[in-house]
């Protein structure tokens, strides 16, 4: 399984980005992926997640109303939208998959088995 990130960059303060997520090796429509963020010095945290079959959705409380999270099965990509950013979304942030997803803990690290490289957004002041 491979999971490959990308869409990151530097943007101003109340601007958006939209974060790819691309997929391979094992069915897609079988997984849930699931986006978490780091910050120097900081925790790795769950952002959102889409599960697998109904696409249900969940949000972090500190990205709801801004990040929007779907999935494209034809594509085996899931996108992560994101607006109205703020310096404090700065992180590297990390995709990841798992076939078998608790909704309970689905911002825990250790729900998931595969993780992506990565890819730096940086939001100025």
């Known amino acids: 399984v491979q999971l490959q990130a990308c869409g990151g960059g530097l943007v101003q303060a109340g601007g958006s980005l939209r974060l790819s997520c691309a997929f391979s090796g094992f069915r897609f429509d079988d997984v849930a992926i699931g986006w978490f963020r780091q910050a120097p010095g900081k925790e790795r945290e769950g952002v959102s997640c889409?599960?697998?079959?109904?696409?249900?959705?969940y949000y972090a409380e500190s990205v709801k109303g801004r990040f929007t999270i779907s999935r494209d099965n034809a594509k085996n990509t899931v996108y992560l939208h994101m607006t109205g950013l703020k310096p404090e979304d700065t992180a590297v942030y990390y995709c990841?998959?798992?076939?078998?997803?608790?909704?309970?803990?689905?911002?825990?690290?250790?729900?998931?088995?595969?993780w992506g490289q990565g890819t730096l957004v940086t939001v100025s002041s």
């Open positions: 889409i599960n697998k079959e109904d696409g249900s959705t």
């Open positions: 990841a998959s798992t076939a078998y997803l608790w909704t309970a803990d689905w911002a825990l690290r250790d729900s998931y088995d595969y």
